[in-house]
């Protein structure tokens, strides 16, 4: 059963970098066919798809996000990493990640709050 566990502050000044982390255990991030993504949800509104990372390295962003989106990973200690730049208040979310692509998403974090306030 793989466990993903996002990381990271919890609160983020206006024009600065967002920068998470997601820990996997139980499966390594770089098996064959995986894809890990970086989901999001504002306070009142529904999901939606940040990027992902997948098991050769590779990374893919939502076209409205991909500027200011950076995805990576550090295959040593099976996690990767979102950094999201230029952050105003309507970046303040709930941010997940999860195993899979907006096609068909497996496991989940359990979400960490991330607010964007000076």
């Known amino acids: 059963q793989v466990h993903l566990q996002e990381s990271g502050p919890g609160l983020v000044k206006p024009s600065q970098t967002l920068s998470l982390t997601c820990t996997v255990s139980?499966?390594?991030?770089?098996?064959?066919?995986?894809?890990w993504s970086w989901i999001r949800q504002p306070p009142g509104k529904g999901l939606e798809w940040i990027g992902y990372?997948?098991?050769?390295?590779?990374?893919y962003y939502s076209p409205s996000l991909k500027s200011r989106t950076s995805i990576s990973r550090d295959t040593s200690k099976n996690h990767f990493t979102l950094q999201l730049s230029s952050v105003t208040p309507e970046d303040t979310a709930v941010y997940y990640c999860?195993?899979?692509?907006?096609?068909?998403?497996?496991?989940w974090g359990q979400g960490t709050q991330v607010t964007v306030s000076s």
């Open positions: 990372i997948g098991y050769s390295g590779s990374s």
């Open positions: 999860a195993r899979g692509t907006p096609v068909d998403f497996g496991s």
């Open positions: 139980g499966g390594s991030i770089t098996t064959n066919y995986y894809y």
